[in-house]
């Protein structure tokens, strides 16, 4: 069964084409990973998917519906682990997941213990009285984890889950998200820039560059097809090593900065 079905998915900003003509399709209880460089179109790309940016042309299901057509019914079967921090730091942890048990209508007789479970899950049941604005930012993430699973969603986004995250945080959430998605059948669709992350945990890896698909397959048909020894180095035969203007842009940014402070 497919979870997810793109076919000639294109978006423009202006003169820009961010993403061209993108194809793939996502089997359900697959964990996808979504790779590419900075700017090569992957955020764009989810965000299409999840409904908040509509596509210039082509094709989306999710879940078996048609994005455009059923943005509602799409919304009730996805949860959503962005890359920004999106709790709101002036309400408890309990606050929080309260807030979106109501937007996505979970039964109000099932709240409450819906809410516990999962920040027992995450480890965080002793702090859910807690302001979020107190907490790191490896337990803001954890909370994010417990919200996006909140309504029982069939497919989990994420996108570059772990930034700035620590080793233990990093591991704590990739043994949950394998563990939902073994036992839930859940499927799991994230990006990441951490090349040893995707080849351990996704089961079907695509590549896509400069708003392209350029490869799909699982880490060791990619490595076999690039005759590489590792996923990082399949990378970057396939993109290529230069940095990205996005990189070179931080860079100058820093500069002046520096200059400005001299």
């Known amino acids: 069964m497919t979870a997810i079905e793109v ?3 294109t978006k423009k900003f202006g003169n820009l084409t961010a993403v061209d003509k993108v194809s793939f399709t996502v089997e359900k209880g697959e964990i996808f990973a979504f790779l590419g460089p900075n700017g090569a179109g992957k955020s764009t790309t989810i965000k299409m998917l999840t409904t908040m940016l509509s596509p210039t042309s082509g094709e989306m299901k999710v879940g078996g519906h048609v994005v455009s057509e059923n943005k509602s019914s799409v919304r009730e079967r996805i949860g959503v682990i962005f890359q920004d921090y999106s709790l709101d730091d002036d309400l408890t942890a309990y606050e929080n997941l309260y807030y979106h048990a109501m937007l996505y209508r979970v039964p109000k007789s099932e709240r409450k ?7 027992k899950y995450v480890n965080l049941l002793d702090r859910k009285d807690d302001l979020v604005g107190k907490f790191s930012g490896g337990m803001k993430r954890r ?3 417990a919200r996006g699973l909140l309504h029982s969603p069939e497919i989990l986004f994420l996108d570059e889950p772990t930034i700035g995250l620590d080793v233990q945080t990093r591991n704590f959430l990739w043994e ?13 669709f994230f990006t990441t820039h951490n090349m040893e992350e995707a080849e351990k945990i996704a089961t079907k890896i695509a590549v896509i560059d400069k ?3 350029i490869i799909t397959g699982t880490s060791k048909e990619i490595m076999k097809r690039t005759k590489t020894k590792s996923l990082e180095s399949a990378f970057l035969r396939l993109t290529g090593y230069d940095i990205r203007e996005e990189n070179v842009s ?4 820093l500069r002046n900065v520096r200059r400005m402070r001299r």
């Open 7 to 9: 076919s000639n998915l």
């Open 113 to 119: 213990e819906k809410i516990e479970s999962l920040l």
């Open 143 to 145: 909370v994010e984890i």
């Open 176 to 188: 949950h998200i394998r563990k939902i998605n073994r036992e839930k059948d859940m499927t799991i």
């Open 211 to 213: 708003g392209r698909i």
């Open 250 to 253: 931080a860079l100058e940014r």
